[in-house]
């Protein structure tokens, strides 16, 4: 059973296009987070919920739009994409108080 | 100043060598300190925490140092399969977790 499981895992789209990437964890954490994998392989936080409240939004343009419906999920929805879109994203999960991260496979995202 | 600064590498070290990486972290208020390993096009995974007093697991060994704030991984032994890139991750607060860029390791017969 995958812990961390997040689609699509790849993703090509135009220029200006809408796109969603959801994930899910089966772990009974209660917090989730998205990070970001750019192309030199930089991997940086976009958001953070924590039993579904928004708990980290780092300066992220207002084009992407996390959502949390319940503890166990967290999408991803992004508006207008652009080439500088392009990268790997990836979900995590952790106990609040652990700070271990557990991540899915990740979503690679190229904007054409 | 970045939060996590790493070597990016690549060290290219032979089997059975010894390598060590070092990370260096900005903010002293700095609780939780972890070494994760990221093979290449796979998700990040967590290869140890990285405690006050210093931890081993098997052929790795993490340090911290608080006073000069910088972490270190040592692998004694290197295989083929530790080929990586091993990423300094470092809990800045309040849920907030940074990733170094990575230091790349390759290990040749």
């Known amino acids: 059973d995958t812990a961390v499981s997040q689609t699509p895992k790849y993703l090509v789209t135009q220029m200006g296009n809408d796109k969603s990437i959801k994930c899910e964890q089966n772990?009974?954490?209660?917090?989730m987070y998205w990070y970001k994998q750019d192309s030199k392989k930089f991997l940086k936080i976009m958001f953070s919920?924590?039993?579904?409240?928004?708990?980290i939004n780092e300066t992220v343009p207002n084009r992407f739009s996390p959502k949390s419906p319940d503890k166990a999920h967290l999408n991803l929805h992004i508006n207008s994409l652009e080439l500088g879109d392009s990268a790997v994203y990836f979900c995590a999960s952790s106990h609040t108080s652990a700070n271990v991260l557990t991540f899915g496979a990740g979503s690679r995202l190229t904007v054409l | 100043r970045k939060e996590v600064e790493q070597d990016p590498g690549p060290f290219n070290v032979p089997e059975g060598a010894t390598v060590a990486f070092n990370c260096t972290y900005s903010n002293s208020a700095s609780q939780s300190f972890f070494w994760y390993r990221q093979d290449c096009r796979k998700e990040p995974k967590l290869l140890m925490s990285v405690y006050s007093s210093g931890n081993e697991d098997g052929r790795f060994t993490a340090q911290l140092n608080r006073a000069s704030q910088y972490i270190s991984l040592l692998i004694r032994d290197s295989k083929l399969s530790d080929s990586a890139t091993y990423l300094c991750v470092v809990n800045i607060g309040f849920q907030k977790l940074v990733f170094g860029t990575g230091t790349r390791l390759l290990v040749s017969p």
């Open positions: 772990l009974g954490h209660d917090t």
């Open positions: 919920y924590n039993n579904k409240e928004l708990i």
